[in-house]
C-alpha cells in the first residue's frame, strides 16, 4: 500500500531518490499487545467500559508523582488541577457536549493529556487510560489521548480508528445516527424475511418506475420514482433499495478492496464476521437550501474533514514549539500552507458548479447561507443551526467580538508598520519573508507567537463567537476540528485568516528572474494523461454506534458484527505526468507541480498574480536529471501528499488479534497515516463537458541541508517534530507564494499547460435501461466502471 506523510512528505519517489523505501517492519508480541489495548479501549467509547480487566486496572488508580517524567521547563501544574478537579468532582462529566475550541475546557484537555503523554511507563501510561474511560468526558478522553499517541515518542507505529470511526455522529447525518444505534440482529432478521415476501411482489414489474415513452405526444417522461431533489449520491434508489440495514457477504467498498480480497488469510479471518451495511445521504435541508447544498458532497466529505481534524492535532495550538520540537517542521508557516491549500481546493470545487469567488466574511452583515448539518452529539442532542441571512451582529456575544475586531486591527497594524516590538523589548521585521512564521504562529493563536498576551486566545473567541457560545453551550460545528469543515462559512471565515498572509506578502519583494532561473535546465514538455472523476460507492466503519451486548467467549471478546456507512463520495480515475525535462549536466533537483484554475466563473481568464492564490500544490518530488533530455512518468498514485483508502476498525482489529495468536505477520504500515490528504480529492469533480484548469511545473536545484525522513519511519509514521518532514527549506507553495512580477516571473524551468477535467456520472446507464435485480444492491457498478 502507498504510504502518503501528511501535505508535504513525499512518498512514492522514482527509482533515482536517495531517499529509497525502507523495508517493512512487522509488530512483535508486546507492540500487537499494545495495538490491541488501544482498540479496545476506545470501542465504543460513549458506553460504560466492557472489559473486565481495563475496569479492574481503571479502578486502581492512584497518583503518584514518581510516575512522571517531566522536562525541566514544566512541572505538571495542569495534571496536578485535573487531578483536583477529578476529587472534587468538578471535572466534565460523561455525556455533555465537548467542545475543543471552548475556553473553559483547556485545563482539562492539558491536564489530561498530561497524565498520558509524561506517564513514565507503558503500565503507567496504560492505567491512566483505563481510569480515565471509566471517569473523564468522552470528548476530552479521546482529543487527549489521540494528542499522546502522536506525539510520544515511544509509540511510533501505535494507531486508533480514524476518528469517524470513534465518533460516527459527528460525520454522519441523524437519521442515519438513530438507525444504527437501534440496530439489533434479532429483529431485523424477522424484518429482512418479511420485506424478502413484499419485495417479491412489489418488483415483480417495476419498469413503470424508469423512462417511458408516449407515442401520442413523442415525449419521453419519468415516473414519481424520480424525486425532485435527485442527487447522483442518493444511488440506492436506482437500485430500488431504502434506507435501512442490508447484510454485506462480499466484500468492504473501498478503492483497495482488491488487495485484500487476493489474500487468503485475511478472507479466512473476516468470514465470520456478520457485515451490515446501509444506504447514508450528504445533508441537504430544504428549509435552510441554498446553492452551498450543492456542495455538501464535498464539504461534508467524511476524510476532507478528518484531515483538518489530524492536522490540528499534529500541530496542536497549546504544544510548545520546542518542547515538542514542532518549530522544526516551520509551524507557523506551514499552518498558513494548508489552510491556503485548503481554501484553493474548495475554490476550485466551486468553479465546478459554475459560483465564483468564496464570499467575503463580515461581523457585521448577514451571513447569506444558513446550515443545517443533522448531527448529533453522542449524547443525544442536535447539533444548533443557522438560518440563511443571519446576523451576527444582532446575535452574538459582543465580548468575543470586540476582542476579535481588536486583534484584527493590531495584526493590520502590525504588518502595515513593518516591525513588531515583543513584551520583553525584542523587535521583529515584519516586512522579511521569513517573518511569515511568526505571522502563521499568531494567526493560528498557538503557544509560540511572538506575544502570548495578545494572540493566543483570539482564535477560540472567533469560533465562539460564530458558535454563539455562552454560559449554555450547546453542540456546533464550529467548537471540533473534525466537524468545522462541513459549515460553509468555514471557508469565509478562514478565506478572512487567509488574506492576512497576503496582505503581508504585499511587503515583500517578488522573486526576479535570477532568483527564479536554473542555469542549464529547461522544460521541453509535460504530457498530461485523461482526467476523469466520477462518484463511487464506500463503506466506513460504524461499529462503535451499536448499542447491542458486546459478545465474549472465554472471558475474550470476540468481534462478531459491523455496521458500515456505505456512501457515495466524490473519486477520480489514476492519470499520469510525462515529464521531458533537458539538463546540460547531471544533477539533483525537486520538481513541484500545481493545478488551479484556468477562468472565473463568467470564463474570464484570471491574471496570474490574482490567479497565483487559486493554485494548489499537488506533487513535490525528488529527481536527478542527466545530461540531455530526461524523460519519465509520474503516477497520480505517487503524489506526495495523498493517501489511499484507509484499512477499517473492524479489519485492523481483526488483524491484530490474528497475529496476536501467532497466526499473521503484522506489518506496521498496514493502515495509512492518519495525516494523508485523501488521493481521491486531488482533482475537483469538473465538468460532463470538460472543466478547463492549468498546472504549473517548476523544477529548482536540491539543496536541503538534511536527508528527508532519515530520523523516522515514513512507511508508519508522520514523523510530526522531526524537521525531516519536508523535502527541503524552500518556503511552502515557492514560487507562487509572494506576489508575481509577470516581467520577472517566467524562466524556462517552469512549466504551464493547459487541461480539462472530466466528469463521468457513475449511474447513468441506471437511468434507461431495466435493472433485473431492482431492489438488490448491483456490485457489478463496481467493476464495469
Given at each position: 500500500?502507498?504510504?502518503a506523510?501528511?501535505?508535504?512528505?513525499?512518498?512514492?519517489?522514482?527509482a533515482?531518490?536517495?531517499?529509497?523505501?525502507?523495508?517493512?517492519k512487522?509488530?512483535?508480541?508486546?507492540?500487537?499487545?499494545?495495538q490491541?489495548?488501544?482498540f479496545?479501549?476506545?470501542y465504543?467509547?460513549?458506553?460504560?467500559?466492557?472489559?473486565?480487566?481495563?475496569?479492574k486496572?481503571?479502578?486502581?488508580?492512584?497518583?503518584?508523582k514518581?510516575?512522571?517524567?517531566?522536562?525541566e521547563?514544566?512541572?505538571g501544574e495542569n495534571?496536578y488541577?485535573?487531578?483536583?478537579a477529578?476529587?472534587?468532582?468538578?471535572?466534565?462529566p460523561?455525556g455533555?457536549f465537548?467542545?475543543?475550541?471552548i475556553e473553559?475546557?483547556?485545563?482539562?484537555l492539558?491536564?489530561?493529556?498530561d497524565?498520558?503523554?509524561?506517564?513514565k511507563?507503558?503500565?503507567?501510561?496504560?492505567?491512566?487510560?483505563?481510569?480515565?474511560?471509566?471517569?473523564?468526558n468522552?470528548?476530552?478522553?479521546?482529543?487527549?489521548?489521540?494528542?499522546?499517541?502522536?506525539h510520544?515518542?515511544?509509540?511510533?507505529g501505535?494507531?486508533?480508528?480514524?476518528?469517524?470511526?470513534?465518533?460516527p455522529q459527528?460525520?454522519?447525518?441523524?437519521?442515519?445516527?438513530?438507525?444504527?444505534?437501534?440496530?439489533?440482529?434479532?429483529v431485523?432478521?424477522?424484518?429482512?424475511?418479511?420485506e424478502?415476501?413484499?419485495?417479491?411482489?412489489?418488483?415483480?414489474?417495476?419498469?413503470?418506475?424508469f423512462?417511458?415513452?408516449?407515442?401520442?405526444?413523442?415525449?419521453?417522461y419519468?415516473?414519481?420514482f424520480?424525486?425532485k431533489?435527485?442527487?447522483?449520491w442518493?444511488?440506492?434508489?436506482v437500485?430500488?433499495?431504502?434506507?435501512?440495514?442490508y447484510t454485506e457477504?462480499?466484500?468492504f467498498?473501498?478503492?483497495n478492496f482488491?488487495h485484500f480480497n487476493?489474500?487468503?488469510k485475511y478472507?479466512?479471518?473476516?468470514?465470520?464476521?456478520?457485515?451490515?451495511?446501509?444506504p447514508v445521504?450528504y445533508?441537504?435541508?430544504?428549509?435552510?437550501?441554498?446553492?452551498?447544498s450543492?456542495?455538501?458532497?464535498?464539504t461534508?466529505?467524511?476524510?476532507?474533514?478528518?484531515?483538518?481534524?489530524?492536522f490540528?492535532?499534529d500541530?496542536a495550538?497549546?504544544?510548545?514549539?520546542q518542547?515538542f520540537d514542532?518549530?522544526k517542521d516551520?509551524?507557523?508557516e506551514y499552518?498558513?500552507?494548508?489552510v491556503?491549500?485548503?481554501?484553493?481546493r474548495?475554490?476550485?470545487?466551486?468553479l465546478?458548479h459554475?459560483?465564483?469567488e468564496?464570499p467575503?466574511f463580515?461581523f457585521f452583515?448577514?451571513?447569506e447561507?444558513?446550515y443545517d448539518?443533522?448531527?448529533?452529539?453522542?449524547?443525544g442532542?442536535?447539533?444548533s443551526?443557522r438560518?440563511?441571512?443571519?446576523?451576527?451582529?444582532?446575535?452574538?456575544?459582543?465580548d468575543y467580538?470586540?476582542?476579535?475586531?481588536?486583534f484584527?486591527?493590531?495584526?493590520?497594524?502590525?504588518?502595515t508598520?513593518g516591525y513588531?516590538?515583543?513584551?520583553?523589548?525584542?523587535?521583529?521585521?515584519?516586512?522579511k519573508?521569513?517573518?511569515?512564521k511568526?505571522?502563521?504562529d499568531?494567526?493560528q493563536?498557538?503557544?509560540?507567537?511572538?506575544?502570548k498576551?495578545?494572540?493566543t486566545?483570539?482564535?477560540t473567541?472567533?469560533?465562539?463567537?460564530?458558535?454563539?457560545?455562552?454560559?449554555?453551550?450547546y453542540p456546533?460545528?464550529?467548537?471540533?476540528?473534525?466537524t468545522?469543515?462541513?459549515?460553509?462559512?468555514?471557508?469565509?471565515f478562514?478565506k478572512?485568516v487567509?488574506?492576512?498572509?497576503?496582505?503581508?506578502?504585499?511587503?515583500?519583494?517578488?522573486y526576479?528572474?535570477?532568483?527564479?532561473?536554473?542555469e542549464?535546465?529547461?522544460?521541453?514538455?509535460?504530457?498530461i494523461s485523461e482526467?476523469?472523476t466520477?462518484f463511487?460507492l464506500?463503506d466506513?466503519?460504524?461499529?462503535?454506534?451499536?448499542n447491542?451486548?458486546?459478545?465474549?467467549?472465554?472471558?475474550?471478546f470476540v468481534w462478531?458484527k459491523?455496521?458500515?456507512?456505505?456512501?457515495?463520495?466524490l473519486?477520480?480515475?489514476?492519470?499520469e505526468?510525462e515529464y521531458?525535462?533537458?539538463?546540460?549536466k547531471?544533477?539533483k533537483v525537486v520538481?513541484?507541480a500545481?493545478?488551479g484554475?484556468?477562468?472565473?466563473?463568467?470564463?474570464h481568464v484570471?491574471?496570474l498574480?490574482?490567479?497565483?492564490?487559486n493554485f494548489y500544490?499537488?506533487d513535490?518530488?525528488?529527481?536527478?536529471?542527466?545530461?540531455?533530455?530526461?524523460?519519465f512518468k509520474?503516477s497520480?498514485?505517487?503524489?506526495?501528499?495523498?493517501t489511499?483508502?484507509?484499512?477499517t476498525?473492524?479489519?485492523l482489529y481483526?488483524?491484530?488479534m490474528?497475529?496476536?495468536?501467532?497466526?499473521?505477520?503484522?506489518p506496521?504500515d498496514?493502515?495509512?497515516?492518519h495525516?494523508?490528504?485523501?488521493d481521491?480529492?486531488?482533482l475537483?469533480?469538473?465538468y460532463?463537458e470538460?472543466?478547463?484548469?492549468?498546472f504549473?511545473?517548476?523544477?529548482?536545484?536540491?539543496t536541503?541541508?538534511?536527508?528527508?525522513?532519515?530520523?523516522?519511519?515514513?512507511?508508519y509514521?508522520?514523523?510530526?517534530?522531526?524537521?525531516v518532514?519536508h523535502?527541503d527549506?524552500?518556503?511552502?507553495g515557492y514560487?507562487?507564494?509572494?506576489?508575481?512580477?509577470e516581467?520577472?516571473?517566467?524562466?524556462p524551468n517552469?512549466?504551464?499547460?493547459?487541461?480539462?477535467?472530466?466528469?463521468h456520472d457513475?449511474?447513468?446507464?441506471?437511468?434507461?435501461?431495466?435493472?433485473?435485480k431492482?431492489?438488490?444492491?448491483?456490485?457489478?457498478?463496481y467493476?464495469n466502471?
Open positions: 500500500m502507498k504510504i506523510i501528511a501535505l508535504l512528505v513525499i512518498v512514492g519517489l522514482v533515482a531518490t536517495p531517499f529509497p523505501k525502507k523495508e517493512t512487522y509488530a512483535d508480541k508486546d507492540f500487537l499487545a499494545k490491541k489495548f488501544l479496545e479501549i476506545v465504543r467509547v460513549e458506553d460504560p467500559l466492557f472489559f473486565e480487566e481495563y475496569i486496572l481503571g479502578k486502581s488508580f492512584t497518583f503518584n514518581e510516575d512522571y517524567v517531566f522536562p521547563s514544566y512541572d495534571m488541577k485535573y487531578y483536583k477529578y476529587k472534587y468532582g468538578v471535572t466534565m460523561k455533555e465537548y467542545g475543543a475550541l473553559s475546557r483547556f485545563e482539562e492539558y491536564g489530561l493529556f497524565f498520558f503523554y509524561y506517564a511507563t507503558w503500565e503507567v501510561f496504560r492505567r491512566n487510560v483505563c481510569w480515565a474511560r471509566l471517569y473523564a468522552e470528548g476530552i478522553f479521546i482529543h487527549a489521548l489521540t494528542l499522546a499517541v502522536i510520544r515518542d515511544d509509540f511510533h501505535l494507531i486508533l480508528p480514524a476518528i469517524y470511526e470513534i465518533f459527528y460525520f454522519f447525518n441523524s437519521k442515519f445516527v438513530f438507525e444504527a444505534e437501534k440496530f439489533d440482529y434479532d431485523w432478521s424477522k424484518y429482512i424475511m418479511y424478502k415476501e413484499y419485495k417479491d411482489f412489489l418488483y415483480k414489474d417495476y419498469s413503470k418506475y423512462k417511458v415513452f408516449d407515442d401520442k405526444y413523442h415525449y419521453q419519468y415516473n414519481y424520480y424525486t431533489d435527485w442527487k447522483v442518493q444511488w440506492w434508489k437500485m430500488g433499495l431504502g434506507e435501512h440495514w457477504d462480499h466484500f467498498m473501498r478503492d482488491d487476493k489474500d487468503s478472507l479466512d479471518m473476516i468470514k465470520d464476521v456478520k457485515k451490515f451495511w446501509m445521504d445533508t441537504r435541508d430544504i428549509y435552510f437550501y441554498n446553492q452551498e450543492e456542495l455538501s458532497y464535498f461534508e466529505d467524511v476524510e476532507w474533514n478528518s484531515f483538518w481534524y489530524y490540528n492535532l500541530y495550538s497549546f504544544l510548545e514549539g518542547s514542532l518549530v516551520r509551524r507557523g499552518y498558513f500552507f494548508v491556503r491549500q485548503l481554501l484553493a474548495y475554490y476550485m470545487e466551486r465546478s459554475g459560483y465564483g468564496i467575503e463580515s452583515t448577514a451571513i447561507y444558513g448539518p443533522h448531527l448529533i452529539n453522542y449524547n442532542v442536535g447539533f443551526y438560518k440563511n441571512y443571519f446576523e451576527y451582529e444582532t446575535y452574538g456575544n459582543f467580538l470586540h476582542k476579535v475586531m481588536g484584527f486591527k493590531r495584526i493590520e497594524d502590525i504588518i508598520q513588531y516590538v515583543t513584551y520583553d523589548g525584542t523587535k521583529i521585521d515584519m516586512h519573508p521569513e517573518s511569515v511568526y505571522l502563521g499568531l494567526m493563536g498557538n503557544v509560540d507567537n511572538f506575544d498576551y495578545f494572540a486566545f483570539w482564535y473567541y472567533a469560533h465562539s463567537y460564530i458558535a454563539a457560545v455562552d454560559e449554555f453551550t456546533h460545528v464550529f467548537l471540533n476540528y473534525e468545522m469543515m462541513r459549515d460553509p462559512i468555514f471557508y469565509q478562514y478572512k487567509h488574506d492576512v498572509f497576503y496582505q503581508f506578502y504585499d511587503y515583500v519583494d517578488a526576479t528572474k535570477k532568483e527564479l532561473y536554473f542549464g535546465v529547461e522544460f521541453e514538455d509535460v504530457k482526467l476523469v466520477y463511487d464506500v466506513f466503519d460504524v461499529t462503535n454506534l451499536l447491542d451486548k458486546p459478545t465474549f467467549v472465554d472471558g475474550q462478531d459491523t455496521l458500515l456507512a456505505r456512501q457515495a463520495r473519486n477520480h480515475k489514476n492519470f505526468f521531458s525535462i533537458k539538463s546540460d547531471p544533477q520538481i513541484r500545481f493545478l484554475p484556468k477562468y472565473d466563473e463568467f470564463g484570471i491574471p498574480d490574482e490567479n497565483r492564490e500544490e499537488i513535490e518530488f525528488y529527481y536527478e536529471l542527466k545530461s540531455g533530455v530526461n524523460t509520474r497520480s498514485k505517487d503524489f506526495y501528499w495523498t489511499d483508502d484507509r484499512t476498525y473492524t479489519e481483526k488483524f491484530v490474528l497475529a496476536y495468536e501467532g497466526k499473521y505477520e503484522f506496521l498496514y493502515s495509512e497515516p495525516c494523508g490528504f485523501p481521491r480529492l486531488v475537483p469533480r469538473g460532463f470538460g472543466m478547463p484548469v492549468q504549473f511545473f517548476f523544477v529548482y536545484p536540491f536541503a541541508s538534511y536527508d528527508a525522513y532519515s530520523t523516522y519511519d515514513y512507511n509514521s508522520c514523523g510530526i517534530g522531526s524537521g518532514r523535502i527549506e524552500y518556503p511552502f514560487p507562487l507564494d509572494r506576489e508575481i512580477d516581467f520577472e516571473f517566467f524562466v517552469m512549466f504551464f499547460k493547459d487541461a480539462k477535467i472530466y466528469h457513475t449511474f447513468e446507464k441506471y437511468y434507461d435501461y431495466k435493472y433485473e431492482f431492489g438488490q444492491f448491483d456490485y457489478n457498478y467493476y466502471y
